[in-house]
């Protein structure tokens, strides 16, 4: 492969449109920052026709900023949640995002009747709210007008696909959670009827094979995005994996975590695994990559948002500015971030998660409120990985917050593992680049592909005082967790 290529990484709160050479470097960049649209009933929901708007005016601005043509675009994307679209291929109403919260009843009746469970054992993921299938079973309950018309449920990146190619399927990273059986790699009829969703059976998209899913661009958005019509748009997986590539962390047994909306901490596997305590989701690439068991939780850089609020701070870096004021421990001041109005869905599942801080006294502070926001997410991020299997010889860090070095620190300290910092701030892009590369021959395998990618990394080893204090910590963390756990129901009906 030779030429630019652009690299779209579409985002829940922000689209991105990176302009590579094919050794990886980031030559230009476009982004626009994307509306989320929330609503009574736990709604997240997201204008489709904006969200494409926003693609093309990176495109356009990309191939402006570049240093010359863009010959191929490479394709990421936020997951899960039900973007509907109709016979012509046009959005049927706003996208429910992954975070969207509205089928907490549908996931607490799975849950309570085994179906989740049954599930599990087909699909070694665990439900949860955010998934197209609790979206349709909810959908279908409470306001069916909106699925008239409907032809498929798509995600971010396959709905983007279709309007940049006029394809319509689905990436297999994408298909994983909740429609694939995992001892197959085929979409299960078995769990669409467990689901309840047979009715919604034909909404349900081919899962596409590695020929198609590299298509030529359209006339119409090829004009609109200042591109070539004709060139080759490839579908990456969607952004979990694709990051985790672009970070590097594509053999069995690498391990990753996306500081971003959402944690998300996985490691590579061996095969899918469909027994034990179901948690997570298990998502498959294409054949010969190495499946991914990733644990996206609903904490993640919000909880950093909300404690800059909190404390009236400027951002940010203020806030972990003020956090490296204090010592290890935020003087006693423990936060349990399970701050989202969906509660949380890895690496256990409970719509009803509220988050608590405790160890308060008359000398705390806002530098120890801020110090045990940042202590607290890396906790679940601990708690993620133990979840995953057995310790990791390193973790590789990606996403906004890994520009913080005392958020690196501090996972370094809870986790007890060296973490891992790449260089290069857009992973999911390169991510996307790399299928690229896969996807026309240039490279046979994605390790191959990386190889290619001249990249410099930081390492940050845990400091042993520190992960001392903080190993103990993390039994506490996780024992107070449980003990509130039968109260969080009871929290959330007075908000109600």
């Known amino acids: 492969m030779s030429g630019l290529t652009a690299a779209v990484d579409a985002g829940t709160s922000l689209i991105k449109a990176v302009v590579l050479d094919e050794e990886g470097r980031e030559l230009a960049i476009a982004s626009r920052p994307t509306r989320v649209l929330t609503r009574a009933g736990g709604r997240s929901e997201q204008d489709m026709s904006e969200v494409l708007e926003a693609v093309l005016e990176c495109l356009r601005e990309a191939a402006r900023l570049a240093p010359g043509r863009i010959e191929r675009i490479a394709v ?28 907490d009843e549908v996931v607490e009746g799975w849950s309570a009747d085994g179906t989740l469970e049954r599930a599990f054992r087909i699909n070694g ?70 689901y309840g969703l047979a009715w919604a059976r034909d909404l349900i998209p081919p899962v596409l094979d590695a020929h198609e899913l590299t298509a030529p661009l359209r006339a119409e958005p090829a004009e609109v995005g200042g591109l070539d019509p004709g060139i080759p748009v490839t579908l990456a ?27 998300c901490t996985g490691v590579r596997v061996s095969t899918p695994a469909t027994s034990g305590v179901p948690s997570g989701l298990t998502l498959l690439g294409l054949p010969g990559q190495a499946p991914v068991r990733a644990f996206p939780t609903l904490a993640g850089t919000g909880v950093i948002d909300w404690a800059v609020a909190l404390l009236g701070l400027g ?5 972990t500015e003020l956090a490296a004021t204090v010592p290890v421990g935020a003087g006693g001041v423990r936060l349990w971030p399970y701050l989202s109005p969906a509660g949380e869905r ?35 991020i601990r708690d993620c990985l133990d979840t995953a299997g057995p310790r990791p010889a390193s973790l590789s860090l990606s996403g906004g917050g890994a520009a913080s070095e005392l958020w690196c620190r501090t996972i370094a300290d809870v986790t007890g593992v060296p973490v891992v ?13 790399v299928a690229a590369l896969v996807a026309d021959g240039s490279a046979p395998d994605e390790a191959s592909a990386l190889a290619r990618i001249a990249t410099e990394r930081v390492v940050f080893d845990p400091d042993p005082p520190a992960a ?19 109260r969080w129901a009871h929290w959330r009906a007075a908000t109600r």
Not at 79 to 99: H, I, Q, T
Not at 468 to 479: I, N, P
Request: proline share 4%.
């Open 76 to 103: 990421t994307a936020q997951g899960d949640g039900a973007w509907l679209v109709d016979g012509a291929g046009d959005p049927l109403g706003r996208a429910a995002l992954w975070n969207d919260g509205r089928s």
């Open 468 to 486: 001392a204090l903080l190993e103990a910590r993390h039994a506490d963390f996780l024992a107070t967790r449980d003990a509130l756990a039968p």
């Open 315 to 319: 951002g940010a870096r203020e806030l």
């Open 421 to 433: 910092r790449g260089d290069g701030a857009q992973l999911g892009a390169r991510g996307a680049l």
């Open 125 to 194: 993921s665990l439900g949860n709210l955010g998934l197209p299938n609790a979206i349709l079973a909810w959908t279908r309950r409470h306001d069916p007008g909106a699925l008239e018309g409907a032809t498929a449920v798509l995600t971010c990146g396959s709905w983007l696909y279709l309007a940049l190619t006029g394809v319509c399927g689905l990436h297999p990273s994408e298909a994983s959670a909740p429609w694939l059986d995992m001892h197959t790699g085929g979409i299960s009829e078995e769990l669409v009827e467990l």
């Open 237 to 263: 997986a969607y952004d979990v994996v694709a990051t985790a590539t672009g970070s590097g962390a594509v053999a069995v047994g690498d391990a990753f975590c996306i500081l971003g909306t959402t944690l």
């Open 346 to 380: 890895a690496p256990f599942l409970d719509p009803a998660a509220r988050g608590v801080i405790a160890g308060l006294s008359f000398e705390t502070g806002a530098a120890e409120i801020a110090r045990a926001a940042i202590e607290g997410l890396a906790h679940v």
